[in-house]
Nanobody, 117 residues
Framework: QVHLVESGGGLVQAGGSLRLSCVAS????????MGWYRQAPGKQRELVAV???????NYGNSVKGRFTISRDNAKNTVWLQMNSLKPDDTGVYYC???????????WGQGTQVTVSS
């Protein structure tokens, strides 16, 4: 099993920045993807950014150019640097871990990000 612990959410004014962290523990394989999804009230969960252990990175269209995902494979940690935040970025941000070629998927408990206008 894989356990994820997120931190770094909070309240920020529009235009501000926040940095989220997610640490994975447990049966961490060398090949995996870790990333961030978010869910706003009344909306479906959507991709924010994901980074594979091999360095492949994908971003959701709404965050490109503003958010940056990074990871440290040795520390099983992924970060999300969020700049130029907008009220539409408000939601619960979830860390997600997947292992390719398996059905292993783990979610963190979520951290609230609120951007005031």
């Amino acid at each position: 099993q894989v356990h994820l612990v997120e931190s770094g959410g909070g309240l920020v004014q529009a235009g501000g920045s926040l940095r989220l962290s997610c640490v994975a523990s447990g049966s961490i394989g060398s090949l995996n993807s870790m990333g961030w999804y978010r869910q706003a009230p009344g909306k479906q969960r959507e991709l924010v950014a994901v980074a594979s252990s091999g360095g492949i990175i994908n971003y959701g269209n709404s965050v490109k150019g503003r958010f940056t995902i990074s990871r440290d494979n040795a520390k099983n940690t992924v970060w999300l640097q969020m700049n130029s935040l907008k009220p539409d970025d408000t939601g619960v941000y979830y860390c997600r871990y997947t292992r390719p070629y398996t059905n292993v998927v783990a979610w963190g408990q979520g951290t609230q990000v609120t951007v005031s206008s």
